[in-house]
């Protein structure tokens, strides 16, 4: 992750890429990479932009179960985690921790678009391509171990600091690291294309994603999204991704449910100032007024949740009862944000029962237990 700090000129595309992580990483067992990824979300978890968000959080794990329940990564563990920032970008750690942003999310026009980057970063993971960075240059791993933790919090809102500290600390193997994770990206690339067949997801969202950030590159030029910086991106390996997705035939995969309305709820909070959720207030309003509109309930949801940020309870009420008429079954994300409505209006006796009742029905949903505990 911390590697992937400039564009290189492009070479011909292999045929056959190499599978970098079949020859294990002698300096870092898959042991000692769990260690040194614990101990680096230690560090993250005390920053503010790691949200405890329990059911977002909980989404993503959901997420990256499906997605990890593959044989290429049996044997690992992972833990999927949100960061409230809005670039696009997504990160892996040593031992499975996988960061996604908020503006990831948000950005994300499909479920497998999102699931695409997911994939992307279970790649890293299960071809242990930290550990086979640091096998190159035996003299040097304790430097590079340093300068990944540093890399890592930077990384979050700032990949170009990141793609700094590796790059200072590299010394003179820069130029070989760089071509390593070159390579790495693309059989990443590979891997998470092959996860998304797999997995039931449209390998198609993979090449769509990345094609829009390439826009967004041309777009904003040196203010390019953050996930463009931290992954370099060739119009080479585009092309190789368009071509191993032709081999799939397409099939349309619907959003799951929960997709749909925790995008809503980050999009209601995306700017929680004033100014911020008056504008974003308005938006969902503009979108529930279009009666043609295919996702009017997390429209409604994300209408309700930005009506309980700005503390307008009886609003927040209404726009509640209207995602519950249009939902086919309840959902737990409606059920815990009734209770919090009736939390924030002071009827903690209320909304206790709501979180309690819901519970009983949405065995394990993480931010349900949450609220019943607050």
Known sequence: MALAS????????????????????????????RRLGDQIMRDLRRDASVSDDAEINGYLNRLGAQLTATQAAAGYVFDFFLVIDTTLNAFALPGGHIGVHSGLITASQSESELASVLSHEIGHV????????????????????AAMVLAALAAKSNPGA?????????????????????????????????TLRATGFEPAGMVAFFQRLQQSTRIYENN?????????LTAERVADMQSRVQETRY??????IDFRLLRAKLRALATPTVDGLLSVRQQFERQVRDKATNDDHAAWIGL??????QRDLAAAEKALAETRRRLSAPHAAVERLGAEIRLRAGDPAAALALAEAASAKFI???????????
């Open 364 to 374: 394990g949903a993480r931010g349900l237990l949450h609220l019943r505990a607050e």
């Open 251 to 256: 099939r349309q995969r619907p959003d799951s």
């Open 304 to 309: 309700a949740t930005v009506l309980l940020a």
């Open 6 to 33: 400039a564009p290189l000129p492009s070479r011909p595309q292999a045929d056959n890429l190499p599978r970098l992580g079949e020859a294990g990483g002698d300096e870092l067992s898959p042991a000692a990479e």
């Open 162 to 194: 990141a793609a700094g500290i590796a790059t200072m600390a590299s010394g003179a193997q820069q130029q070989q690291m760089l071509s390593f994770s070159r390579d790495a990206e693309r059989e990443a690339d590979r891997v998470g294309i092959e």
């Open 126 to 145: 299960t071809q242990r391509h930290i550990a086979r960075m640091l096998s190159q240059g035996r003299q040097t791993s304790m430097v590079a171990l």
């Open 224 to 232: 390019a999204p953050g996930y463009m910086r931290s992954h370099p």
